[in-house]
């Protein structure tokens, strides 16, 4: 079990803007394993850093630790309209993974954000929160559904079980509710098939940013190297919101495969500092894939631990 001195540790790492981004990252995750409320305290004093990604990452952790004590802060920054959309989505969501009903009425009130990856966020915030207050948790693990194989908190519960053409409809569909259309997504991504894959990768095209930004998020959990033309692509494309090139670049780094380096490589120079940002931190991530040393998320605490 971690000590204080460890949560402190890794904390200090977290806030310094001196050290380098990739390393901040590793402190972070390391922090959201330990949990607690000293690291749900480092993560979110650092809110006020300058770069929208690392802000993005300490929400998404946040959420993911589902904490109530971070509710809070994700409430100022969600209301923030000063921080970057990125980061202002990844509270709603958090807040969403969450799922306190008393967040409700922000959600709401934010669903009609004129930013709309943030609108979308809070609406299918709303819709999360409503299924487990009527009995949505019981729901993922009953009679025709599917539970996760990943760990992660997500913005959807998956689809019932249905067949290949029927997710396929239902993910691809732009008229239905975009929660409808999570709720293929994660069924995809819980199959794990190539099929499934390269379904999922059609997503990529579709005209919602913060939909095709999580398609890249599930295509990273999912690791296979069939999606890496399609990862590719959205990474480079300049017209691309930077929000799915951000997710594109870290399913890169998650797949691990030595043709995920060229594009990672060529944008780490590139002028738009999330590009930049996600793809040092991608090349990172893909390090620590190709190593059977340690795990990413607690690899700072065991080398200190070694000391």
């Not at 290949?164 to 569909?173: F, H, S």
């Not at 494309?237 to 060529?266: F, K, T, W, Y």
Request: hydrophobic share 40%; proline share 5%.
């Amino acid at each position: 079990m971690a000590s204080e001195q460890d949560v402190a540790a890794m904390g200090r790492i977290l806030v310094n803007p001196q050290q380098d981004l990739p390393t901040r990252f590793r402190a972070l995750f390391t922090l959201r394993s330990l949990g607690g409320p000293e690291a749900v305290q480092w993560i979110s004093e650092t809110f006020e850093d300058e770069s929208a990604l690392l802000k993005h990452e300490l929400a998404y952790c946040l959420g993911q630790m589902q904490d109530e004590r971070a509710l809070p802060i994700l409430e100022t920054v969600l209301k923030d309209t000063k921080q970057e959309p990125m980061v202002r989505h990844e509270a709603g969501e958090a807040l969403g993974a969450i799922g306190n009903p008393k967040v409700l009425d922000l959600l709401r009130q934010y669903s009609e954000d004129p930013v709309i990856e943030v609108a979308e966020t809070c609406q299918l915030a709303v819709r999360r929160i409503e299924w487990l207050m009527n009995g949505g948790g019981v729901e993922s693990f009953g009679e025709g559904a599917d539970s996760s194989p990943y760990s992660s908190v997500d913005p959807a519960p998956p689809a019932p079980r249905r067949s290949m053409a029927e997710l396929r409809k239902q993910l691809l569909d732009e008229a239905l509710p975009l929660f409808e259309r999570y709720r293929a997504m994660f069924a995809l991504r819980n199959l794990g098939t190539e099929e499934a894959v390269l379904t999922l990768a059609d997503g990529l095209r579709c005209s919602s940013a913060l939909f095709r930004h999580e398609i890249g998020y599930v295509l990273g959990q999912m690791q296979h190297e069939a999606s890496i033309p399609q990862l590719s692509a959205a990474l480079e494309d300049e017209q691309e919101n930077a929000m799915v090139r951000h997710e594109c670049a870290e399913a890169l780094g998650s797949i691990g495969h030595v043709a995920c380096l060229p594009p990672l490589r060529h944008y780490c120079g590139h002028g738009e500092r999330v590009v930049r940002e996600s793809c040092m931190v991608a090349l990172d991530m893909l390090a620590h894939e190709s190593s059977s040393e340690f795990q990413y998320a607690d690899s700072l605490l065991r080398v200190r631990t070694a000391q």
